[in-house]
């Protein structure tokens, strides 16, 4: 019978069991040893459930306690200089420190994992790098998984993916130009699996769906050549969201026992890979979606890759999710609260499982069985496609009348200035922040103790006007200039409008990791999106009147929620965004209505949908920023439109960004040290921006000097007049025994910076 892999598992716990246990480990409630305790159970977890549900080949060394690129780093010795061992092994202690940054030693850069939500932290890697193997963790998991009675495939990061993930801090060398240095650890471990008992061996190379140059492919040509040559492994060669493009027949060369291919992002590249494998090569097919939460149409899979086992036999076929299950829910099985219909149309991480089962055994079933057993899975297709809950008629006319008037601003950006100057009478360098504040225990207990029914609406609403009133005091007494609410009352920035939208469904808990502790909840979105009343204007108007500052309006703009949610699959993800623009657009014209002069639509999520091959990029761009624009573009001139971007690499499109034509742009460069801003050399930006000056992913907290120090980095690049003070990100995750000192720090560094000018 045909086989079934697992690339990857998630990590948190069906529970976030994960999250509550580094958070008690970091705040020294939890020792090093409970916490990996922790981790054991929760790996169990993931290897006998799936072992339960049928699956034949199953992970090791997929889990992390903060992130599997910061694994590598630390299983290849790549460990900065501020982190230093001096040949000591990384412990839990200096592990922690890379990833959150100490008092004196900032963390590595952070940036989203290819184009997922998901964070990974940036490898730092020196001209004279020199690598040595730490494979205590990648041969302690597979043991840990033997001692179950579970044998199981290790997965690795791959060379090439780890290099090109990662970047030169000094010297002038490119990343691959390390690769001889680091091929012999790769070797090594290679050795050390086998003699530990591994029989295969994933080893996942991501980069290889991106445009690869020729010395590129040739690198992971020489690269794989070198590894084969030293193990006796199976190699599996791992390459998800995306095809493998131009270089699929030299990729399908290499000396790999096994190639996987998502064939969920790139479909048409199955028949090509079936022509030019190797013989005696097996194919991996990722047939069921890792990235997204609908049902597989199982006997379109069936149909698919039948011919596929017919020409290469049963024993050169697996079947497999398209990537790493990181990316989706546990499990629906405590989801009780969804709308039956549309839960009939969802598949989790457990129900994925059983899809692949469900595949294996039919695949060994005369015609009429094999219709009885996917006669559950056909009906809820069928429903899907014809269902009243999916499509709007109101929302087709309400898109067939945007016209192109909807997508600009009346005047250009100059004019517009002068007009809000005139209006919000700011300082020099005006300080803010980016939206929310910290979501504290008794903000979260006030929630639960609502949605459990032990506080009544009217008390619940009292509570959040309290807290706001307090934030927004707390914000007058640090000195900053424009003022937002905190978002007492939004859990999260995509779920709180996802619940004020139809169109959407919202679990309990489908939880997904975002980074480390963080973890997400994504909203379904499953039909065409409406708005039925404001969303935000009561709470602004609220805090407006606690202060005669300008505040915030804040809104998640429309690419960011589709970005961040579980998006329906059935038609054009453009079309699906220009619904959640035209909601989006309603409330900003509300805002404006009430009385706001300055509102901020945040698009986090813009870099993280741009495609990963280039032929596909503009297309996107140029859907995705006229829905901005139609999201914002409606408000007067005296109106100041805000927008925010954090943790991606946003050099390489700073010119559509700049067509967003918001007048301000908060983007995040604390991290890498205003590296960002180096793009601003040769490319003017027109309107005002605020370079982050504090790392809000980090409990540490910057220094006055630190900041002033960013500041004037910033002005070499950026003309004074165009520049504003604020943190990376949102404050929510952070406590205010942290954010009170570094805004405090963050405004007396904008106004020493100031001083400077004036003299005063």
């Not at 412990?91 to 952070?110: I, K, Q, V």
């Not at 489908?510 to 997400?520: E, F, L």
């Amino acid at each position: 019978m045909i086989q079934t892999a697992v690339l990857g598992f998630a990590r948190i716990g069906a529970d976030r069991e994960l999250k509550r246990a580094l958070e008690q480990h970091w705040a020294g409630k939890l020792s090093a040893s409970d916490l990996e305790g922790v981790a054991r159970s929760i790996r169990r977890s993931n290897l006998t459930g799936a072992a339960t549900a049928g699956i034949d080949i199953l992970p090791s060394n997929d889990f992390s306690l903060y992130d599997h690129v910061l694994d590598t780093a630390v299983m290849v010795g790549a460990i900065p200089k501020r982190f230093a061992t001096n040949g000591e092994a990384v412990d839990a202690s200096r592990y922690f420190a890379m990833a959150r940054g100490t008092a004196s030693a900032p963390p590595l850069e952070m940036t989203k994992w290819l184009d997922t939500n998901y964070h990974y932290l940036v490898p730092e890697l020196r001209g004279d790098t020199r690598f040595r193997l730490d494979a205590r963790k990648p041969i302690g998991e597979f043991r840990e998984a033997l001692d179950l009675g579970i044998k199981t495939r290790p997965v690795v990061l791959g060379p090439l993916s780890f290099l090109l993930l990662a970047k030169i801090h000094e010297g002038h060398h490119e990343p691959l130009a390390l690769l001889d240095q680091l091929l012999p650890v790769y070797a090594e471990l290679l050795s050390e699996l086998s003699r530990a008992g591994a029989k295969e061996v994933q080893i996942d190379e991501p980069c290889l769906v991106h445009d690869l140059t020729d010395f590129e492919i040739s690198e992971v040509e020489r690269s794989w050549v070198r590894m084969a040559a030293s193990s006796s492994l199976d190699l599996v060669l791992t390459t998800y969201f995306g095809g493998l493009g131009r270089w699929l027949d030299r990729v399908l060369a290499l000396p790999a026992a096994e190639f996987h291919l998502d064939l969920v992002r790139d479909p048409a590249q199955l028949q090509p890979a079936v022509a030019a494998l190797q013989p005696n090569a097996r194919l991996s097919l990722g047939v069921v979606d890792g990235r997204n939460v609908w049902i597989t149409d199982l006997d379109a899979v069936l149909a698919e890759v039948e011919p596929v086992i017919e020409h290469l036999g049963e024993s050169r076929v697996r079947l497999a999710p398209s990537c790493s299950l990181l990316h989706v829910p546990y499990s629906l099985d405590r989801e009780v609260g969804i709308n039956s219909q549309v839960r009939a149309w969802l598949a989790f991480g457990a129900e994925k499982l059983s899809e692949l089962d469900l595949l294996k055994r039919a695949l060994g079933m005369d015609a009429s069985a094999r219709i009885q057993l996917l006669a559950t899975n056909r009906e809820a297709i069928l429903a899907r496609e014809q269902s009243r809950l999916v499509h709007s008629a109101r929302v087709a006319r309400e898109l067939d009348a945007v016209a192109p008037d909807h997508l600009i601003r009346r005047s250009d950006y100059r004019h517009r200035a002068n007009e809000q100057a005139k209006v919000l009478e700011l300082p020099e360098l005006p300080t803010t922040t980016i939206g929310s504040f910290p979501q504290t225990p008794e903000i979260r207990d006030a929630r639960q103790r609502a949605r459990r029914g032990e506080l009544d609406e009217q008390g619940y609403e009292a509570f959040l006007r309290d807290e706001i009133a307090t934030v927004v005091h707390r914000q007058e007494e640090m000195g900053l200039d424009v003022l937002v609410h905190g978002e007492a009352e939004r859990n999260d920035m995509v779920e709180y409008f996802a619940e004020h939208l139809s169109g959407f469904v919202v679990s309990a808990y489908g939880w997904v990791q975002s980074y480390g502790s963080r973890c997400v909840k994504p909203p379904i979105l499953y039909g065409d999106v409406e708005r039925p009343t404001a969303m935000t204007v009561r709470w602004w108007e609220h805090a407006q009147g606690c202060t005669s500052k300008p505040m915030k309006g804040m809104l998640t703009g429309p690419v960011t929620i589709l970005q961040w949610s579980f998006v329906r699959d059935d038609q054009p993800r453009a079309v699906t965004c220009q619904q959640i623009a035209l909601a989006v657009r309603s409330e900003t014209l509300d805002l404006e209505r009430a009385g706001a002069k300055v509102i901020q639509i945040d698009e986090p999520a813009l870099r993280e949908g741009l495609p990963l091959r280039v032929a596909e990029q503009d297309t996107y761009l140029r859907w995705a920023i006229d829905c901005f624009r139609l999201a914002a573009n409606g408000v007067a001139d005296i109106t100041q439109l805000h927008t925010h971007m954090c943790y991606s690499e946003f050099n390489e499109i700073l010119e559509h960004i700049a067509r967003l034509d918001a007048d301000v742009i908060s983007i995040e460069a604390s991290r890498s040290q205003m590296e960002l801003l180096d793009a601003f050399q040769d490319f003017r930006y027109p309107n005002s921006i605020g370079p982050g000056v504090y790392d809000i992913h980090s409990p540490r907290v910057p220094s006055v000097d630190e900041i002033v120090l960013l500041i004037r980095q910033a002005e070499q690049r950026i003309p004074r007049e165009q520049l504003w003070v604020n943190p990376d990100c949102g404050l929510k995750t952070r406590r205010w025994e942290q954010v009170t000192p570094a805004l405090e720090h963050l405004v007396e560094a904008a106004r020493q910076c100031r001083a400077e000018r004036t003299g005063r």
